[in-house]
């Protein structure tokens, strides 16, 4: 009997203390974040400059939070500092954006950085998102020419 009693008391505080664990994950995941989803890094085919090749290198930043965040400001950058700055812009509650290197024109899901020439190298870089203020918000890095894309 008093095996019995030892045996339900110590698994009622092993679900309490992971429950206690858990908590904070959880909470911290229903509020989501905005952050870097990912880099297509090597576009298909031979880079010879054209803008299809261009558009085709991009980087996904996803906002997983219940509410559009404005990225007014906000910076894009890779390892050899190339700079993306958004223009006003807000990025819709659990939506994604895509930025291009090549020119375009910007709309709600797609962004142009509007360069004549390659941003992110094909074997290895660092993207860093940034807000306004300089504060660093995601960092994602590849080193692979085994793949085109790395998922952040």
């Given at each position: 009997m008093n095996r019995t009693r030892l045996t339900a008391a110590a698994t009622v505080a092993v679900?309490?203390?992971?429950?206690?664990v858990l908590a904070p994950a959880h909470a911290g995941a229903a509020t989501g974040s905005v952050h870097l989803a990912?880099?297509?890094?090597?576009?298909?085919?031979t880079d010879r400059?054209?803008?299809?090749s261009l558009n085709a290198e991009y980087?996904?930043?996803?906002?997983?939070?219940?509410?559009?965040?404005?990225?007014?400001?906000?910076?894009?950058?890779?390892?050899a500092n190339h700079r993306y700055?958004?223009?006003?812009?807000?990025l819709g509650?659990?939506?994604?954006?895509?930025v291009h290197t090549g020119k375009g024109t910007n709309t709600a899901a797609n962004r142009y950085?509007?360069?004549?020439?390659?941003?992110?190298?094909?074997?290895?870089?660092?993207?860093?998102?940034?807000?306004?203020?300089?504060?660093?918000v995601d960092v994602?890095?590849?080193?692979?020419?085994?793949?085109?894309?790395?998922i952040c």
């Open positions: 679900a309490a203390a992971t429950a206690v990912k880099i297509y890094y090597d576009s298909p085919g400059g054209s803008n299809a980087v996904q930043i996803a906002n997983t939070t219940a509410k559009g965040v404005s990225l007014k400001g906000w910076t894009l950058t890779d390892a700055t958004f223009g006003t812009y807000t509650a659990h939506k994604t954006v895509t950085q509007n360069r004549s020439w390659y941003v992110w190298n094909n074997d290895k870089d660092t993207a860093t998102l940034r807000k306004s203020t300089g504060t660093k994602c890095s590849y080193n692979s020419t085994r793949v085109d894309y790395r």
